[in-house]
């Protein structure tokens, strides 16, 4: 997490000092989800529910925030912070990838039929 705290630690949060969760929690919840096909705060808290068990390697969460808490949270969060956040980011995650190569595992293990065109 420090790491990711790294680049969203600056955005300010604009919620009141009471909030449950912390705002580098919903903003990886929310980056994970939209990496997962994601565009709504609906689907927001349904990825954080169904997925918690994978967001456990990064954050820690007793009960995933509910969609109002991601409704509110985009409605108030400063676009700008964000944008400069997200944008580094994503430079951040670009050059970690840097180098590798995806393979297709069925080529690897011979699990393809010989003398087929795709």
Do not use: W
């Amino acid at each position: 997490m420090s790491c990711l705290e790294s680049y969203f630690g600056a955005v300010p949060d604009p919620r009141a000092a009471n909030a449950t969760h912390r705002l580098g929690d919903l903003i990886v919840m929310m980056v994970a989800a939209s990496l997962c096909g994601a565009t709504n705060a609906t689907e927001f808290s349904l990825f954080a529910q169904e997925r918690k068990q994978a967001l456990s390697r990064l954050i820690a969460y007793e009960e995933a925030p509910s969609h109002d808490t991601f409704s509110r949270l985009l409605r108030l969060l400063d676009p700008e912070a964000f944008g400069r956040a997200f944008a580094a980011f994503a430079a951040g995650f670009a050059q970690a990838c840097q180098g590798v190569v995806s393979l297709d595992g069925k080529a690897l293990r011979r699990a393809y039929e010989k003398g087929l065109v795709a």
